[in-house]
């Protein structure tokens, strides 16, 4: 795929990127460098299909189960070289022990590594706790459903051992969805007592994510509606607890960047649900709408990093979306090279000039910075020289597409599974 | 149900309801002759379960086919008295000519009416539309979705025929996830020859709603996303062509009655679904969140009656709600209490006096005569003495958990339907 | 202007409330014990008028200095009975010292006490902090201009001794307006260390309230953007810090009283800005947009008061409206009135069975029962029935409007301020 | 300026970008002629300091009346020579016939044409409007108000015809900050009657733009809301009204692009003002903060050109924008650039392989396509060859900050204006 053709064309481009840092005294090869170490998960259940409350369709190439899964997960690290590890999701990806004990083999066959195990107390499931998980999980005032939905927390901890993973990520749909359906001194109480006994079965090297949403499952409201509410029970919790950010958790005209700042400044920022939205949580691929959030961000976090804020290493980078219309595969890889976009173009900004340009209260400049950074430097060049040079296909794309990968997955995975819709009523 | 000790307690509510409007020049007579008049839909889809993204739950008490979701909708408007139609949904209630063919039978069976007729293209279903529904209906780029999506919209013109109704109601799921996805000059282009050929084919007393929605299911675009879209669609349709308002389909900040006071002036005003909401389109009971705005949406109806710019009895009014988390029977019959509660209150709105506070600039005096209605007077023992003079349940909630139906319903129903959840994913 | 014709017409709706809370097992009594005791703040600037940034139109009647506007405070707590105290703003009510010493007169004379000291780095002011101030105050990245905003802080501190207040109130409009214009990580640095400074001064029975705001007048970013960002700071500085709730300064679909809720269980809500809103912080008077939410808040503050989480007589309540329409001393009278009709709706609660609706999951019934309370128990009545038992005019707006009092006002006040509007541009 | 070293930078992505471009059968040399065509207007209120409600600032340089105004628009179209007319505003810019007689010789004097004339109803003026004006103009119960309001309209007619412009734009502060404040029957029938009036006046070459907002000044209700309002006075007015969007004037979540290109379709887009905004109508410089958008709705212009549903040539472009904290020539400079990026990006959208693409559902090439006109075509290399060919700088704010040109206009001007900051207050 890497033919001269593709590097003669980058070429020129890639000169040029080499002239504008040089010219602001920034280093081209570590910022090539720093690129290479960036490690982005990817979510076994974005290779299935999503779908929205009015149903959902399948072509039948999707991935039907964990193996499916982690093997898709595979194919997309050996085409962008940025992704090596897959977040797995339970019960998805099982709820037998026979079923967890398999995943080591499947993640071996992949090539692929593990990454943060993420409990699920939203999908309907059968006895004990039946239909009245529809009240909530862990903040449910029946007590029953409180300790099931503590187990299944339990459960993925065990998970995390038998797989390798040191990450237990806890999105909650819990919430209500009118005034008065429960008292919130009730929903804070049950909820910091449930978090409290999971927090405390995990061993000192391993972390609890605490995911914030604004709303959705529920309407009215939400048990960890923003990160304030997740710090504060992050701190109730102790140091190994920390706050997530999916970027479409929030209400329109909230200022995400500041929050990374925030968190990562008081030392609670885990990591991200990375996505995009137009109107609420969408779940759309990264930076197909608001192009310039990923890329301030991504400024954020290099910032934090060089304040000592934060060690980029250490925090769990999740690609999390809804593939309705796209490929998932092939979203996924999207997604991972906006990503790979959005990085490179934070760290070419010129962050000694910025600095200079704040004290004196110059925004024309800062902005211009910014923006030669995000529109002027050809980042893209410097990613494909990146790819060409650790033998990776230029455009992981078309590399998916020209080998026949999609087809192949069909024609093996449809038989049970004809191309049809699913209707959720 | 309707005791002496009800009667009793409402009593001098209900006089000193009478003194007030005395006071004002109303006559509580005229007001309560009016409420008598007041009818509103209930959704055959809304006797079934709703759900999320996520999943939803059952009990085995719902409805399990059209049959019996019309049975319940004959219970309410037996609690009630305010409901005497049920508004259908296909090919949720039959895709079939043997299945609609029954209707009729069950609809008097009920005892009750039958409301507007609303065509689906967001259900997948089998070929021919298959997964490429996903892709949109009326707008979608490959002509032979457009086409079947046209012909499901005759279908259901056929059905209106057979059934009794003279509404067509078209809510579309049509609109682009990304940017690029679709021109919009295309949407608008199919959207409008579809919308033509259905038209065409209505006859003269037959109506044509158009429903406008923000989001959902696609995110970055929707093909009728406003009001001024459904009305320009309307406008090129033809006089028998109006703009239905659900009231979650805003942006948060839209004035909601504004948008009612325009319609209905430009003539263009066809009906609502109601519901309530804190998220985006949460599908909650009437007046569960906002009560004060179901009351100014009410305000403007009456006074767009006044003006001449409507007729109430020729609105389609229709409680659209997913019932997650109530018994969908107890939440039919709460939204329209609520929708009884709001009409009452608009009607005791002291008018002369508001116009003439407008006229002075006096919006202190306008703003006390608006909370008068919705606090002082006890529209709720009127409302009462209404039902009780109808010889109907003075609390029909109260009525239908005393009458035993849901567990009627659920030891008849729940036997090929366990109560379990069921997920999407 | 209690006349017996009042008492009259209150009296059968008071009965009627006494009826119904006898047999929901509550005490009207206790009721109207609690209600006597509710104190709420009138801001000294509610007392000239508000505008926009597009200009403001004064008609003559505004108080035009510090001693009208607590004239003007004084005569609401003469005719409503529930503001005690007024608040003070500065430099909008004095810059200089010999200001601020005559400021005690001018409460003896008025009748009323003094409640928080608000200090203010929003307006435009001469040198030293002359335009810098634009780019911040306590976040200005010059430290001249933070020194000189933490030195008003500190004069403010004086003027709360010297006039007995034991409250300092903190709103900063510190923020930015583009991307890069500052780094988030020197915003919170210089604003931890300026509040630090501050905090320092206080003494042990003194406390702060940091208040916080989504946008405006900053649009990009937002130093204390949300109630988790004025939380950490709070804990940062000490248990004297609270937290501020201004119910116009979140993002649409946030659930306010929740935060109150979460606020108060963590010891850390401090008080209120009252007032609605339908589109940004449109500072309208309160609860005439949202009537619901003013309850569920007050709600929520009873439940917090009966499970030890606060005490009612320790919060700062604070009416802060802008009047651009009416005149100013009717709306905050019109406000106080709104505070009192939601607290005694939030005492009528039947806490009992909702509680226990809440155990089963019976949603329907705990809508009903926050309904009833909101809508069927004629609270005016019992309000009224203690107004005129304490000697209070039973109408406050009527008795301010047959008063004559801003006629009077206007003849006195607008020699020197004639009736026109003044433009920003 | 133009420097030999200034056109070696960029002469290899100029290379590159014609390398691009010929790849996909893109001419450049039309690209460079379309961009030479752009023309954009810029505002006479925008040489003045903005503000907010709580104050602004002014540091001496700015413009301090017309003539300066006009002076400062001639010196922005000589370093960017993309912005050849000057839009003003009354009576912001003249209340008198001698004022509006002196216009023609500034805009001689500066070189630089008229476009669109706004009215201006919304700022404070002494008698006849006085403060009753608060209440609203067009829209004002008060028929004295009314009156005075199309007056001032014809006024602005007068203006157009003295100075040469042949376009009227109207944007109304008219709404309501209360319910039941004004009946919205009442407030459409007044706008309506009112714009018939002043419309009836325009020639057959003139035109009118109706500029629609969701809220502010008005926080309840807007008098002209949306653009579905917006058009349907246009359609009652004549085929010369057309509606005006304003970046900042819609709800959260509402797609721009889409109502650019629904308006255009129906023949009844008339222009832009525009901005960017991240909270609500902030005003900020175009593209500082959504930069993708901006290219979509250059996106939608271009399409809509190349369908024929519009004529670039004859729309109204206006940057409007509130300069708080910017040298607000220097901000102009910037909103102008940004909007010669966001056209050229358009025009190197791969046109043909996009339909290809939203024919085959392709969304994951549609993204492509359209990323790489936005971040890989070096354009800034195009839009500076095209300067350099004109003579013009190649950095205009580079230009602008040699030349010296704050320093004098502030040693000039200052003189009677200090740099100290003003008080709403």
Redesign the interface.
């Known amino acids: 795929m890497s033919t001269r053709r593709d590097l003669d064309?980058i070429t020129?481009?890639y000169?040029?990127a080499r002239?504008q840092l040089d010219s602001r005294g920034i280093d081209l090869e570590s910022v090539r460098a720093k690129l290479n170490t960036q490690a982005i998960e990817v979510p076994s259940?974005g290779f299935?299909r999503?779908?929205?409350?009015?149903?959902?369709?399948?072509?039948g190439s999707e991935a039907r189960n964990v193996r499916e899964k982690i093997e898709d997960a595979g194919l997309v690290f050996a085409l962008t070289g940025v992704t090596p590890a897959v977040s797995l999701h339970f019960p998805?990806d099982g709820s037998r022990e026979d079923e967890y004990k398999r995943i080591p083999g499947y993640l071996k066959e992949a090539g692929i590594g593990v990454g943060a195990i993420n409990s699920n107390t939203?999908?309907?499931?059968?006895?004990p706790l039946?239909?009245?998980?529809?009240?909530g999980s862990l903040t449910n005032?029946?007590p029953a459903v409180r300790l099931a939905s503590v187990e299944h927390n339990l459960d993925c901890i065990r998970i995390m051992r038998l797989v390798g993973s040191k990450t237990l990520k806890v999105w909650l749909?819990d919430g209500t969805?009118?005034?008065?359906?429960?008292?919130?001194?009730?929903q804070?109480d049950y909820l910091e007592e449930c978090l409290e006994e999971i927090y405390s079965q995990l061993r000192d090297d391993e972390v609890l994510l605490i995911e914030y949403k604004?709303?959705?499952?529920a309407?009215?409201?939400?048990a960890v509606?923003?990160?304030?509410?997740a710090?504060?029970l992050a701190q109730r919790l102790g140091d190994r607890a920390k706050v997530l950010i999916d970027l479409g958790h929030?209400?329109?005209?909230?200022?995400v960047?500041?929050i990374v700042?925030?968190l990562a400044?008081?030392g609670r920022l885990g990591g991200f649900d990375f996505n995009d939205?137009?109107?609420?949580d969408?779940d759309?691929?990264v930076s197909?709408?608001?192009?310039?959030q990923i890329f301030?961000i991504y400024?954020?976090l290099v910032?934090?990093e060089l304040?000592g804020?934060l060690d980029l290493s250490r925090l769990s980078f999740l690609i999390d979306q809804s593939s309705?219309?796209?490929?998932p595969i092939?979203?996924v890889i999207?997604s991972a090279a906006a990503l790979q976009?959005a990085y490179a173009q934070a760290l070419v900004v010129d962050r000694k000039r910025?600095?200079d340009?704040?004290?004196k209260?110059d925004?024309?400049a800062?902005?211009?910075?910014?923006?030669q950074a995000?529109?002027?430097v050809?980042v893209?060049a410097v990613i494909q020289m990146n790819r060409h040079e650790r033998g990776l296909p230029l455009d992981p794309?078309d590399a998916f597409r020209e080998g026949g990968y999609e087809a192949e997955r069909r024609s093996r995975r449809a038989a049970d599974r004809p191309?049809?819709?699913?209707?959720?009523?």
Not at 122 to 127: G, K, N, Q, S, Y
Not at 214 to 217: G, I, T
Not at 250 to 255: C, D, K, M, R, T
Not at 324 to 327: L, M, P, S, T
């Open positions: 064309s020129p481009l000169s040029a002239t259940w299935s999503g779908g929205t409350r009015f149903g959902r369709y399948v072509d998805w939203f999908t309907p499931r059968a006895e039946d239909h009245r998980l529809r009240y005032p029946d749909p969805n009118y005034p008065g359906e429960l008292s919130f001194c009730d804070s604004l709303f959705e499952p309407f009215y409201s939400t509606a923003d990160w304030g509410r710090l504060t929030h209400a329109h005209g909230v200022n960047e500041q700042a925030n400044r008081l939205r137009k109107s609420a969408d759309l691929a197909s709408i608001d192009s310039y301030l400024n954020a910032e934090g304040r804020h309705h219309r796209k490929n092939e979203e999207e976009r910025l600095a340009a704040q004290r209260h925004l024309v800062a902005d211009r910075i910014l923006k995000f529109f002027e050809p893209h794309i191309a049809v819709g699913e209707s959720l009523f």
